[in-house]
């Protein structure tokens, strides 16, 4: 028997590590970071197939997965928000400035300026999009009920014409 299957048959096998507490943490991170369920998966030396087996079988690394995916969508959240109604920031300039008595130089501010971002109107079209789709959404279904008499507004299109 080889030493790398040996090292997989512990009491949990190669998922042990990872559902312990400090694996969990790391998975969480990753998930935080940005990481897609395939690089997560490659990070841990397991196909993405395998990562699924492991979220049904095992809740608590389905959790780690969730909860670090939700603080980033929170965060893109946060900023597709602020873009949308837009917000002011603080922009600041340094410049290098020698100490007389020291010689040393340091770096100083020497402007702060307030600039403004305009709301973004794409952000908010994608915004209310997602948000409140029967609302805003581009494909409106309209139903029409009653007749329309054509023959009358055909009379009347002949009449214009002859004159």
Known sequence: MSEKKASNRGSHGKYGAWIAPEGLLKIQGWAR???SDKQIAHNIG???TTLYEWQ???PELSEAL???KEVVDREVE???LKRA???EYDEVTQEPVIDKDTGITEMRVTKRVTKQIVPDVTAQ???LKNRKPDEFRD???VELSGSVDLGSIIEKARGRVDE
Do not use: C, S
């Open 78 to 80: 946060n900023a597709m």
């Open 125 to 127: 079209i994608f915004w």
């Open 33 to 35: 970071d940005g990481l």
């Open 56 to 58: 049904k079988r095992f």
């Open 139 to 141: 494909k409106r279904d």
């Open 66 to 68: 969730k909860k670090g």
């Open 85 to 87: 109604l837009g917000y």
């Open 46 to 48: 397991i196909t993405q």
